[in-house]
């Protein structure tokens, strides 16, 4: 079992600025493909950003230009760099690691937006 660790998160003003941190346990953190997923209240989980194993990422149209993910896989580290934050980006973020049919989520950190 993959153990994911969040940190990042917090409240910031609109326009602003945050930078969610995802570590994985386990040697093989280089193979994981690695998800950022949000949930607003009362909305359904939605897929963020991703990125493979070979650091090819992606993103959903709301978020191109502004979100940034990475991978360093020397820190078993993934990262959502979140610049130009909007009140719609307001809801909990959560991680994903995935390695073949084994997935892992990190614990939700809160990102609020809000003047």
């Known amino acids: 079992q993959v153990q994911v660790v969040q940190s990042g998160g917090g409240l910031v003003q609109p326009g602003g600025s945050l930078r969610l941190s995802c570590a994985a346990s386990g040697t093989v953190f280089r193979l994981y493909t690695v998800a950022w997923y949000r949930q607003a209240p009362g909305e359904q989980r939605e897929l963020v950003a991703i990125?493979?194993?070979?650091?090819?990422?992606n993103y959903i149209d709301s978020v191109k230009g502004r979100f940034t993910i990475s991978r360093d896989n020397a820190k078993n580290t993934a990262y959502l760099q979140m610049n130009s934050l909007r009140p719609e980006d307001t809801a909990v973020y959560y991680c994903k690691v995935v390695h073949y049919s084994l997935e892992s989520w990190g614990q939700g950190t809160q990102v609020t937006v809000s003047s």
């Open positions: 990125i493979t194993s070979g650091g090819s990422p």
